[in-house]
């Protein structure tokens, strides 16, 4: 299996959901910066950034194979980097968005919520599509870290059988790219202890909406938004 760093991550199911999410935001005549945090193949980024060529766009994504993919894009209004988000260093966008990367993080809490606040400027816009407590979220989480204890190649080929029992219109590639992320319960998820902690880091909770429903295989996830104070 690849490492997280090797890992190719591409079209999903819900990216419908994201193609009008900053518009709002967008427009008026000045230079807005937007902030995609584990961007994967840079599928979001890319379609707002053609949307709206006078703004500036940027993508993050850990994984080599990820920015490579992103890095065809030639939109000139779009940067890919290749880093840990939590080492990322540039500051003052408008508007900060993760895709279900958030929960994955092996940072603590504290760090991971200061660093979202330090990415954006005074009064800038958070959104973060992230899973909350269920009942079906948590008993996913349980299987996860069953499955963990006893990984292997094995289990490996037997989750890709099963993955593409349950999502028979997805090609391979894309289930055998998601097959790591069976052993990765998810580390925080959205909830009043999440939100309090964020506040606590001058992110102040704005609103939260529930994404579609993907499969019984995968966590149910929001999107919230949070603005800095
Ligand atoms: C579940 S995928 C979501 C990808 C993308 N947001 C999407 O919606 O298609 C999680 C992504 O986070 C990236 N990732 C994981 N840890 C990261 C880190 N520490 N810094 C930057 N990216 C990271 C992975 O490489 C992967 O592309």
Redesign the pocket.
Known sequence: MKP??E?L????P??SAFKDLPDKLLVDGALRRVL??????G??IKIWAAKHPNHHFDG????RP?IEVAKQSNLANVEFHC????EYRSKGYDFVF????IQ??AAGDEDIYCKLFSLLKPGGTLVL?IPYACASNHLIWLVRSLLRRIRGNWLDELALRASKFLHPALDEDYLRERIP?IYMPARRYDGASMRREMLGQGLQFVASAELPFVSLGQTRHRLVTYQRI
């Open positions: 997280p760093g890992q991550f591409s079209s999903h819900q990216l995609d945090l584990g961007c994967g193949v599928e979001h993050v994504d850990i994984s990820n880093e840990d988000l939590m993760s895709y279900s990367t994955l993080l599509g992320y």
